[in-house]
């Protein structure tokens, strides 16, 4: 593209919402950017860079025309028929489809006539003039500003006091600079100019003129003591917090969502050491770091053992020479918070975890499903049942008083305060009120994991009462239709069943999983929830098949052993391993082929399919052979299949590939003698069995 320069536009406004800035400022940038694109004022290869602080939102576009370059247009017209009459000339419906396209009778003799299916048309060749950076800009802002993932509007009046616009913030300022020249556009009532301002109080100038589209960054950061790259910015704290944590030889807590956060909230960070009173440190650092970072912003420094300290770092949006005040203002501000921390633990301590537990009866869980109270009760229940599986009577007692005492945290003021702490706080209290450490680790855990990549449960009885309670969860909401729907998925029933799936898994429980499934609606009142089991264990497997090909799987590798429905489902990584082996073997593609091929026949096959093989019926040297051959290999498969050793299960099949070569191509399975039929029909029926005990081998065909 000839006769290009870069571009620059940037929308100035009051301050943006910080946890939605680094999202706006993506949008805008790229929206903008698509939009010339699309009309040709940038070609593909021009390179878009965002900028986003809290008061503006810009793009910077290189090599952007003036002008977009004519481009041919061919209009499909009408049938010739319709088009002219008997005589040739231009019929009524001819000369008001070119009306409507802009063109009038003049335009007639340029048509031309061209083949259209079994008939002839007439097209119009025309240019259309390219669209100027003026006209184009002016759409794509609109569009942009109009397509952005703002998360709660606002109108506000404009200067004349009678418009009013709606946007994320009140905007006060547009820049449009294509090289040197302002591109004279219009948003939000406000006339683009290459006037922009810099930081409230430190800027150099109230008002920074741009020389150039390519200055922006530069002035901003010179003139405006900006930083105006959201990426840059946040570089430029890491790296601050980072030097100021070495400097005491600690570490700066690790949260990328606070990193975001506060890189939206200042221009140009920084970074102090700030501390508060000890004796705070006496209650649980979780609560001290959590108020810390949810109310304040602040980073709490922690020493190489992961423990909390006195010290943290703040990050401020002024610079002054002596931080003294600044320093001394944020630790009078922390100091209330940690105090509110001190006085709910010292309180909750007061009255034990048991004393509590009469009081969910009175806190609604949900409308069907009754209090947390009865929820109580049910996972005490689902609880007994999974212990009574995996362990003896220590266990199912340790499980059974965590499930009790689990939930009653929800009534201490800490929780009440932090709703995040549940489960943290319950294993601090429960540890205070002398409960063994197995319970106390069990009422800690029962919520893990999370999140994807959290943590799983630590001990025996934590794995017992957290997978009590996500069954409780699943079996409940399934039970009373409240399943998810597209991306909906208000009670979170994909991360429950992605945490049942990993506690199976990961820690290799061998728990069949329709039977914990019939336990979890077994807890339930008679009649309250639908007999869905069937669908949820359906839902789980469905998770378990994403998780899987997340992991690396290929779809044929995961459909051909979950299609087989597993139900111990810390065996199927095994399974997956072995079918990976498998299809590896030279024998792998012919077996596969084969087996959808038996599969076909035995789905077609009319009347019942005989259990038993009468040997007296094998007529065919290549049906005896096949029979001889499954004879010899289905023992030792099995047996393998019997020891977990799945990929010698497997590996013992490929023997089976000549004769069931031979077989299918020597023998009419569908004979016209109904014992013959039926015979065969029977050994087919064996080899399917003896083949897909591990997986479907089918799903493995090409």
Same mark, same amino acid.
């Given at each position: 593209?000839?006769?290009?320069?870069?571009?620059?536009?940037?929308?100035?406004?009051?301050?943006?919402?910080?946890?939605?800035?680094?999202?706006?400022?993506?949008?805008?940038?790229?929206?903008?950017?698509?939009?010339?694109?699309?009309?040709?004022? =940038?070609?593909?290869?021009?390179?878009?860079?965002?900028?986003?602080?809290?008061?503006?939102?810009?793009?910077?576009?290189?090599?952007?025309?003036?002008?977009?370059?004519?481009?041919?247009?061919?209009?499909?017209?009408?049938?010739?028929?319709?088009?002219?009459?008997?005589?040739?000339?231009?019929?009524?419906?001819?000369?008001?489809?070119?009306?409507?396209?802009?063109?009038?009778?003049?335009?007639?003799?340029?048509?031309?006539?061209?083949?259209?299916?079994?008939?002839?048309?007439?097209?119009?060749?025309?240019?259309?003039?390219?669209?100027?950076?003026?006209?184009?800009?002016?759409?794509?802002?609109?569009?942009?500003?109009?397509?952005?993932?703002?998360?709660?509007?606002?109108?506000?009046?404009?200067?004349?006091?009678?418009?009013?616009?709606?946007?994320?913030?009140?905007?006060?300022?547009?820049?449009?600079?294509?090289?040197?020249?302002?591109?004279?556009?219009?948003?939000?009532?406000?006339?683009?100019?290459?006037?922009?301002?810099?930081?409230?109080?430190?800027?150099?100038?109230?008002?920074?003129?741009?020389?150039?589209?390519?200055?922006?960054?530069?002035?901003?950061?010179?003139?405006?003591?900006?930083? #105006?790259?959201?990426?840059?910015?946040?570089?430029?704290?890491?790296?601050?917090?980072?030097?100021?944590?070495?400097?005491?030889?600690?570490?700066?807590?690790?949260?990328?969502?606070?990193?975001?956060?506060?890189?939206?909230?200042?221009?140009?960070?920084?970074?102090?050491?700030?501390?508060?009173?000890?004796?705070?440190?006496?209650?649980?650092?979780?609560?001290?770091?959590?108020?810390?970072?949810?109310?304040?912003?602040?980073?709490?420094?922690?020493?190489?053992?992961?423990?909390?300290?006195?010290? *943290?770092?703040?990050?401020?949006?002024?610079?002054?020479?002596?931080?003294?005040?600044?320093?001394?203002?944020?630790?009078?501000?922390? %100091?209330?918070?940690?105090?509110?921390?001190?006085?709910?633990?010292?309180?909750?301590?007061?009255?034990?975890? =048991?004393?509590?537990?009469?009081?969910?009866?009175?806190?609604?869980?949900?409308?069907?499903?009754?209090?947390?109270?009865?929820?109580?009760?049910?996972?005490?229940?689902?609880?007994?049942?999974?212990?009574?599986?995996?362990?003896?009577?220590?266990?199912?007692?340790?499980?059974?008083?965590?499930?009790?005492?689990?939930?009653?945290?929800?009534?201490?003021?800490?929780?009440?305060? *932090?709703?995040?702490?549940?489960?943290?706080?319950?294993?601090?209290?429960?540890?205070?009120?002398?409960?063994?450490?197995?319970?106390?680790?069990?009422?800690?855990?029962?919520?893990?994991?999370?999140?994807?990549?959290?943590?799983?449960?630590?001990?025996?009885?934590?794995?017992?009462?957290?997978?009590?309670?996500?069954?409780?969860?699943?079996?409940?909401?399934?039970?009373?239709?409240?399943?998810?729907?597209?991306?909906?998925?208000?009670?979170?029933?994909?991360?429950?069943?992605?945490?049942?799936?990993?506690?199976?898994?990961? %820690?290799?429980?061998?728990?069949?999983?329709?039977?914990?499934?019939?336990?979890?609606?077994?807890?339930?009142?008679?009649?309250?929830?639908?007999?869905?089991?069937?669908?949820?264990?359906?839902?789980?497997?469905?998770? *378990?098949?994403?998780?899987?090909?997340?992991?690396?799987?290929?779809?044929?590798?995961?459909?051909?052993?979950?299609?087989?429905?597993?139900?111990?489902?810390?065996?199927?990584?095994?399974?997956?391993?072995?079918?990976?082996?498998? #299809?590896?073997?030279?024998?792998?593609?012919?077996?596969?082929?084969?087996?959808?091929?038996?599969?076909?026949?035995?789905?077609?096959?009319?009347?019942?399919?005989?259990?038993?093989?009468?040997?007296?019926?094998?007529?065919?040297?290549?049906?005896?052979?096949?029979?001889?051959?499954?004879?010899?290999?289905?023992?030792?498969?099995?047996?393998?299949?019997?020891?977990?050793?799945?990929?010698?299960?497997?590996?013992?099949? #490929?023997?089976?590939?000549?004769?069931?070569?031979?077989?299918?191509?020597?023998?009419?399975?569908?004979?016209?003698?109904?014992?013959?039929?039926?015979?065969?029909?029977?050994?087919?029926?064996?080899?399917? %069995?003896?083949?897909?005990?591990? =997986?479907?081998?089918?799903?493995?065909?090409?």
């Amino acid at each position: 593209m000839s006769d290009t320069k870069n571009l620059l536009v940037e929308l100035f406004v009051e301050e943006l919402p910080p946890k939605a800035l680094k999202k706006l400022g993506e949008a805008f940038a790229t929206l903008l950017a698509d939009g010339l694109k699309a009309q040709g004022l =940038a070609g593909a290869g021009a390179v878009a860079t965002a900028y986003a602080s809290p008061r503006r939102l810009a793009l910077h576009l290189t090599d952007v025309a003036a002008r977009a370059a004519d481009r041919a247009q061919v209009f499909k017209l009408m049938p010739v028929a319709v088009a002219l009459d008997a005589h040739g000339q231009p019929t009524p419906a001819l000369l008001k489809k070119l009306s409507a396209l802009g063109f009038d009778a003049s335009a007639v003799p340029r048509l031309r006539r061209a083949p259209d299916g079994k008939a002839e048309a007439l097209f119009l060749d025309s240019t259309a003039n390219g669209v100027t950076l003026a006209e184009g800009l002016q759409k794509a802002l609109a569009e942009a500003i109009a397509r952005l993932p703002i998360p709660k509007v606002m109108q506000y009046q404009l200067a004349d006091g009678w418009s009013s616009v709606n946007f994320v913030r009140p905007a006060h300022g547009l820049v449009a600079l294509r090289g040197t020249a302002v591109v004279p556009v219009s948003a939000l009532g406000l006339q683009a100019g290459r006037v922009t301002r810099g930081h409230r109080f430190e800027a150099a100038t109230p008002a920074i003129s741009l020389r150039d589209a390519d200055s922006y960054a530069e002035q901003l950061r010179e003139e405006g003591a900006v930083i #105006a790259g959201f990426e840059a910015r946040r570089a430029e704290l890491l790296r601050q917090l980072t030097a100021a944590a070495a400097r005491e030889g600690l570490k700066a807590i690790d949260d990328e969502a606070l990193l975001d956060e506060v890189t939206a909230l200042v221009e140009r960070p920084n970074v102090l050491l700030c501390r508060f009173e000890p004796e705070f440190l006496a209650v649980p650092q979780e609560c001290l770091i959590l108020t810390m970072k949810a109310n304040q912003k602040y980073f709490p420094l922690l020493d190489a053992a992961g423990r909390l300290t006195e010290r *943290f770092l703040v990050v401020s949006n002024i610079s002054p020479a002596d931080p003294a005040r600044v320093i001394q203002g944020n630790e009078r501000v922390v %100091r209330p918070r940690l105090a509110d921390a001190k006085f709910f633990f010292d309180q909750d301590r007061k009255k034990t975890l =048991a004393a509590r537990v009469a009081g969910l009866d009175k806190v609604v869980y949900h409308g069907k499903l009754g209090t947390q109270g009865e929820r109580v009760t049910r996972v005490r229940a689902i609880a007994a049942a999974i212990a009574a599986r995996l362990g003896g009577a220590e266990l199912a007692a340790q499980a059974d008083r965590a499930a009790l005492l689990a939930k009653a945290d929800l009534l201490t003021d800490m929780v009440g305060e *932090f709703p995040e702490l549940q489960g943290i706080m319950g294993g601090y209290y429960a540890r205070h009120d002398g409960e063994p450490e197995a319970v106390a680790l069990a009422v800690e855990d029962h919520y893990k994991p999370r999140f994807a990549g959290d943590a799983l449960p630590r001990g025996e009885a934590g794995l017992v009462a957290a997978l009590a309670d996500k069954l409780e969860t699943l079996a409940g909401l399934f039970g009373i239709g409240q399943l998810p729907t597209g991306d909906k998925d208000p009670f979170a029933l994909r991360r429950h069943a992605l945490g049942v799936i990993r506690m199976l898994v990961e %820690r290799a429980l061998a728990l069949p999983v329709p039977a914990l499934i019939d336990a979890a609606y077994a807890a339930f009142p008679a009649g309250l929830l639908a007999p869905n089991q069937a669908e949820l264990l359906r839902f789980l497997l469905d998770r *378990f098949g994403g998780a899987l090909r997340e992991q690396g799987y290929s779809a044929a590798e995961v459909e051909a052993v979950l299609s087989n429905q597993p139900t111990a489902f810390d065996r199927v990584p095994r399974q997956l391993a072995a079918v990976r082996t498998f #299809a590896a073997l030279p024998e792998a593609p012919a077996l596969a082929s084969a087996n959808k091929r038996v599969a076909n026949i035995l789905k077609k096959a009319e009347g019942e399919v005989p259990a038993a093989v009468d040997a007296a019926l094998l007529r065919e040297p290549a049906e005896q052979a096949l029979a001889a051959a499954l004879a010899a290999v289905a023992p030792p498969a099995d047996a393998a299949f019997a020891a977990g050793d799945y990929s010698a299960s497997l590996q013992a099949l #490929a023997a089976l590939k000549a004769p069931v070569d031979a077989f299918f191509d020597a023998v009419m399975v569908n004979a016209e003698d109904p014992a013959l039929r039926r015979n065969r029909l029977a050994l087919l029926a064996q080899l399917h %069995r003896a083949m897909n005990r591990v =997986a479907d081998l089918s799903r493995l065909a090409a």
